[in-house]
């Protein structure tokens, strides 16, 4: 074989891996422009029926804000906000909030107005099968009967997220825990500074 030949064979190879990679490329962006709405839309969902649950009382108005407090943790970051109102007074509210657990996590955390937890709902998690992702299994229980989210509600987010001191943490999973603490103490501290202003005003 000639260097030209080969020179030849060489350049029609990454021509062809070119063309596999810009046809692969292609297809990606297809799919995700196809599945993205429908993913966006199924998390509205969940939002809307998550607020529903976490404030079920007569009469409240759903108001997303915009201006709320950042998180402290750079690696954390509070994605939205919603309030609950009862004549124009805040009863309550919830935050999206996204970080790293052992992987990555996005919870939606609801606060009463006196600071009590309301629930909490994971809207993604990306945690080890079988370990991590059971804090996200409804058929997964604690040694209170409880799902890992369960054992959240009704806690005075105030005294904070410790793990196995405030919650009990997933055996196997203690980084998967102490991140959706982290996630926790975050979105509950933007609310109840919320909260804060709002009942000073």
Known sequence: MSKNDGFLSIFKLGLILSLYAAISCAVLALVNNVTAPKIEANQKEKIDSSMKEFFPSQGLTFESISDYPASSDTSIKIESVILAKKDGKITGGAAQVSGPTYDRGTIFVGLNADGSVAGLKFLKLSDSPG???KANDPTFKLASGKTFAQQF???????????????????????????????????????LKIFKENADE
């Open 131 to 133: 370990f991590g992702l």
């Open 153 to 191: 509600e009704g806690k005075n987010a105030a005294e904070g997220f410790i793990t196995n001191e405030t919650f009990d943490a997933i055996s196997g999973a203690t980084i998967t825990s102490n991140g959706i603490a982290n996630l926790l103490t975050e979105g509950s501290n933007s609310l």
